[in-house]
């Protein structure tokens, strides 16, 4: 099976990021790409550690469980479908458990920073001690490639 890798650039004031989306997770990459070019706010998180949060209200994206996890490693980013919490997508930049106010949740894995992940600290202090942040997410064109799995 054949999916595509797809490096989006992710940016908030002068931080630029760059991540790569996660091959197992089709249907929540395609959701996310149709938001694309996506300008935005995020805020730190509440419930859920060292993380980020774009809180994307009563949307429907009608995704399925494809890469679920609660823990999401430094640079990983989550796209949680709705359900018992608003649907929301979530940056780590440090230890994070994904939680919403009625408790532990999990969210697929969509995508991954791959450069720029020293500037994910500074981002998550600016969003804890600044508030919400401008966030601008595009597609790289270039960088679109297959990935063949068994």
């Known amino acids: 099976m054949s999916h595509s890798i797809y490096q989006l650039r992710m940016s908030s004031r002068e931080l630029s990021f760059i991540a790569e989306t996660h091959p197992d997770a089709p249907c929540s990459v ?3 790409l149709r938001l694309l070019p996506w300008q935005t706010q995020m805020v730190h998180v509440r419930w859920s550690g060292e993380g980020v949060w774009v809180p994307l209200g009563d949307n429907d994206f009608q995704l399925p469980w ?3 996890t609660r823990y999401p490693a430094v640079g990983d980013v989550l796209f949680y479908p709705g ?3 608003e649907t929301e997508i979530l940056l780590a930049y440090g230890p994070c458990a994904f939680a919403s106010k009625l408790g532990p949740i999990a969210g697929n894995h969509v995508m991954t920073i791959i450069k720029g992940i020293e500037h994910l600290p500074e981002l998550g202090r600016r969003c804890l001690w600044e508030g919400a942040q401008p966030l601008t997410v595009t597609l790289l064109e270039s960088s679109v490639h297959q990935e063949t799995t068994p």
Do not use: F, M, V
Request: proline share 11%.
């Open 30 to 32: 395609d959701a996310l």
């Open 66 to 68: 494809e890469t679920p």
């Open 83 to 85: 359900g018992y919490s």
